[in-house]
């Protein structure tokens, strides 16, 4: 047990590295890179601490070149994802009775080593398979993830600080206990930061958990259980399986023992995953936690007064980063005609000057998308837009897939608010702008809140002061995280909580206290120091 109250260190956001041609750090990486891409990596599951290997291998591609085979994982049976509950309800009470600190210290060297003896290779491992640029895999799998782990170390003891108050003669306390069960995490693709943080968060608060990171991501999230291990976690604590999506699901939601969910992924994998939750409600030994982040519509609103070049930037860098794989990215603009004309100059400046390939090459600003199915989507939506008489794509509409998965910047101006691209989530680089008459302002923000059942991020480009507020106000519900003046990404853990509402999921913002409240269980401790003798109270006489 503790015998001090202890501070931990103060929490500040990981510097990221620029990568300038000719640094020394982007020759570490990218020789990194180039060790890692020519090896053949063998990554098994992780159940109670052991590595687990089966007859079931699956080959690794990368995006970027998708003939050049990278190694393979174990695929694992419904047996291995019992074995994995079995072995985090094993491991439960004794990390449970792990003081705080202790957990803590864990957490707090796994930033560190992060950010120094694994940084290149987490980073690398994030180019090469889920195919993200210098910059990309810097801010992501170093820097939020560093982020996430020493931010919710700070957010744990401000959360455990949080006493009632008592009155004479009683002491009140509480008690922030975890979950009684297990956890399960589903990760994505996307974000190798957000598949290390959904599993970690839970577990620094005393949960123990089972953990299923997208196949599309599992050579970082190898590199991560590599990282646990050396900070010290104790075995079962996390344990990750690579098994068919829908019969885990099925397997984990029936257990009497599962206690919560943490989700970053589709809607329509999210909700019926809530439907097997409710489907299950009898049978379970307390209420589960369900906090999950799916998709979005992600919208740019452009009032007549708004700076034209600094639209542009936020529509080419907000729609265009990470080949537009963000939950958040720019997805669909709404341009008054009085600036379109300067807006779309400066955006085909700019998309000219784009260069297009692999991450190998720091200089390259747009990657592959992540797989045939995203490329087939993106394809899909460009072709139908070329054959409409709604749409016209004004820029890119390339989609080149013999080598690499590569789709050209796409920008598609319709004249039709409700056009498909312009509701529908498409996950990649297909920006969709709809130019309105400029008197139509109040009109257009109707249609910014009304056009999609997603509610995750958005913004406004305004110099008119009363127009920022009045959009801020109309816009209320449209997006969980509003950006003034700015693109729709780059959230910053402990800066802007992230998280939406609506079809875009359950709002309890990652990278803040909110989320981590969602994993303990509150006890309400109440000590009388001289207990009453009578039964009788004053007025009784």
Same mark, same amino acid.
């Given at each position: 047990m503790s015998?001090?109250?202890?501070?931990v260190?103060?929490?500040v956001?990981?510097?990221?590295?620029s990568?300038?041609p000719?640094?020394?750090?982007?020759?570490?990486?990218?020789?990194t890179?180039?060790?890692?891409?020519?090896?053949?990596?063998?990554i098994p599951?992780?159940i109670?601490?052991?590595n687990?290997?089966?007859?079931e291998?699956v080959n690794?591609?990368?995006?970027q070149?998708?003939?050049?085979?990278?190694?393979?994982?174990?695929?694992?049976?419904?047996q291995h994802?019992e074995?994995?509950?079995n072995?985090?309800l094993?491991a439960?009470a004794k990390w449970?009775?792990l003081?705080w600190?202790q957990?803590?210290a864990?957490?707090?060297?796994a930033a560190?080593?992060i950010?120094?003896p694994?940084?290149?290779?987490l980073?690398a491992?994030t180019m090469?398979a889920q $195919?993200?640029?210098?910059?990309q %895999? *810097?801010?992501?799998?170093?820097c939020?993830?560093?982020?996430? !782990?020493? #931010?919710?170390v700070?957010f744990?003891t401000e959360m455990?600080?949080?006493q009632?108050v008592?009155?004479n003669?009683?002491w009140?306390?509480?008690?922030?206990r975890?979950?009684?069960?297990?956890?399960f995490?589903?990760t994505?693709?996307?974000?190798?930061a957000?598949?290390?943080?959904?599993p970690?968060?839970?577990a620094m608060?005393?949960?123990?958990v089972?953990?299923?990171p997208?196949?599309?991501?599992?050579?970082s999230?190898h590199?991560?259980?590599?990282v646990?291990?050396e900070a010290g976690?104790?075995?079962?604590?996390i344990?990750?399986?690579? $098994?068919?999506?829908?019969a885990t %699901? *099925?397997k984990?939601l029936s257990h009497?023992?599962f206690a919560g !969910?943490? #989700?970053?992924g589709?809607?329509?994998?999210f909700?019926?995953m809530?439907?097997?939750i409710?489907d299950n409600?009898?049978?379970?030994?307390?209420?589960p936690?369900i906090v999950g982040e799916?998709g979005?519509?992600?919208f740019v609103?452009?009032?007549?007064s708004?700076n034209?070049q600094?639209?542009?930037?936020a529509?080419?860098?907000g729609?265009?980063?990470?080949?537009?794989?963000k939950?958040?990215?720019?997805?669909?603009?709404y341009?008054?005609k009085s600036?379109?004309?300067?807006?779309k100059k400066?955006?085909e400046?700019?998309l000219?000057s784009?260069?297009?390939?692999?991450?190998e090459?720091p200089?390259?600003?747009v990657?592959?998308v992540i797989?045939q199915?995203? #490329?087939?989507?993106?394809?899909?939506?460009i072709?139908?837009?070329q054959?409409?008489n709604?749409?016209?794509?004004?820029f890119?509409?390339?989609?080149d897939?013999q080598?690499?998965?590569f789709v050209?910047p796409?920008?598609?101006e319709?004249s039709?608010?409700?056009y498909?691209?312009?509701?529908?989530e498409?996950?990649?680089p297909?920006?969709t702008?709809?130019?309105?008459?400029?008197?139509a302002?109040e009109?257009?923000?109707k249609?910014?809140?009304e056009?999609s059942?997603y509610s995750?991020?958005?913004?406004?480009f305004?110099q008119?002061?009363?127009?920022?507020?009045q959009a801020y106000k109309?816009l209320e519900?449209?997006a969980?995280n509003?950006?003034i003046?700015?693109?729709?990404?780059?959230?910053?853990?402990g800066q802007?909580?992230?998280?939406g509402?609506?079809?875009?999921g359950t709002?309890?913002?990652?990278?803040?206290k909110m989320?981590?409240l969602?994993w303990?269980?509150?006890?309400?401790?109440?000590?009388?120091?001289v207990?009453?003798?009578?039964?009788?109270?004053?007025y009784l006489g």
């Open positions: 015998k001090a109250i202890s501070q260190p103060f929490a956001n990981e510097p990221v590295r990568y300038e000719g640094s020394p750090e982007v020759k570490s990486l990218i020789d890179y180039k060790k890692m891409w020519k090896e053949q990596v063998e599951m992780v109670g601490g052991k687990i290997t089966t007859d291998k690794l591609y990368s995006p070149d998708h003939q050049h085979n990278l190694g393979f994982y174990h695929k694992g049976t419904m994802v074995d994995a509950i072995a985090a094993q439960k449970n009775a003081g600190e957990r803590a864990i957490f707090l060297k560190d080593l950010a120094g694994y940084r290149d290779k980073n491992a090469i $195919s993200k640029n210098v910059h %895999a *810097e801010i992501d799998s170093a939020e993830f560093i982020d996430f !782990l020493r #931010f919710n700070e744990m455990y600080a949080e009632p008592s009155d003669g009683i009140n306390r509480s008690e922030y975890p979950l009684e069960g297990f956890c995490a589903v994505p693709f996307n974000f190798t957000i598949s290390g943080n959904l970690s968060c839970m608060l005393g949960n123990v089972v953990w299923k997208s196949d599309k991501q599992i050579y999230a590199v991560i259980m590599e646990f291990k976690l104790p075995d079962g604590v344990n990750m399986v690579f $098994s068919d999506g829908k %699901a *099925e984990i009497p023992d !969910l943490h #989700f970053t589709s809607t329509a994998v909700q019926n809530w439907k097997m409710g409600i009898h049978n379970y030994k307390s209420y936690r799916t979005g519509k992600d609103m452009v009032h007549p708004a034209a600094a639209v542009a930037t529509l080419v860098r729609a265009f980063e990470y080949q537009g794989q939950c958040s990215a720019a997805s669909r603009a341009v008054p600036l379109w004309s300067e807006v400066v955006m400046t700019q000219n784009i260069k297009i390939g692999s991450p090459d200089s390259n600003f990657n592959a797989d199915n995203s #490329f087939e989507k993106c394809k899909g939506y072709e139908r837009a054959a409409s709604e749409a016209n794509v004004i890119g509409g390339t989609c897939g080598k690499g998965w050209h796409t920008v598609i319709t039709n608010p409700k498909e691209s312009m509701c529908e498409i996950f990649g297909v920006l702008v709809y130019v309105y008459e400029d008197q302002w009109e257009t923000l249609l910014v809140d056009t059942p995750l991020t958005g913004s406004i305004a008119d002061r009363y127009a920022i507020d109309a519900n449209a969980g509003f950006y003046n700015d693109k729709p990404t780059g959230a910053v853990v802007q909580p992230f998280g509402g609506r079809a875009s709002n309890d913002k990652a990278g803040s989320n981590l969602r303990v269980s509150v006890r309400s401790i109440k000590e009388t120091f207990s009453p003798k009578d039964y009788k109270y004053p």
